[in-house]
């Protein structure tokens, strides 16, 4: 699971506990201009299959973490807790998605919405 804050026109995702272990990273930021889309999706953390693993972990039904290839990207994941997964996509990062666990998955989704609405006015 991360915690979320925006703060200075970035994301700021601070990984939880032992999963800093389990994914090889403890933070990542994120300037909310790099940020296409944001959604709650439930779905994409039950499949199996999330990709190549290069470092992470990845126990079906209990953790995925790290960073995966898939379909030529490049993508992070913090879930152990399907239901709770947002997945956010990026352009002009390193990571092309994030694929995360939070609280609260609808009102992470409306915070970095708004966030990033704000940026674009």
């Known amino acids: 699971m991360v915690d979320l804050t925006i703060a200075e026109g970035k994301l700021i995702l601070n990984v939880r506990g032992a999963d800093k272990l389990w994914a090889f990273k ?3 930021e994120i300037p909310l201009g790099h940020i ?3 959604r709650a999706d ?3 953390a ?3 299959w999330h990709g190549l693993r290069m470092p992470g972990t990845n126990v ?3 953790i995925t973490a790290g960073t995966f290839y ?3 990207k ?3 994941w913090d879930v152990h807790n399907p239901e709770n997964a947002i997945v956010i996509d990026l352009h002009d ?3 092309n998605q994030l694929v995360v666990e939070v609280a609260d998955p609808k009102i992470a989704v409306n915070q970095i919405l708004d966030a990033v609405r704000t940026l674009s006015r």
Do not use: T
Request: without cysteine.
């Open 26 to 28: 403890s933070s990542l």
């Open 36 to 38: 296409a889309g944001v």
């Open 42 to 44: 439930a779905e994409i």
């Open 46 to 48: 039950r499949g199996w």
């Open 60 to 62: 079906p039904g209990v």
């Open 70 to 72: 898939r379909d030529g």
């Open 74 to 76: 490049r993508a992070f």
């Open 93 to 95: 990062e390193g990571f």
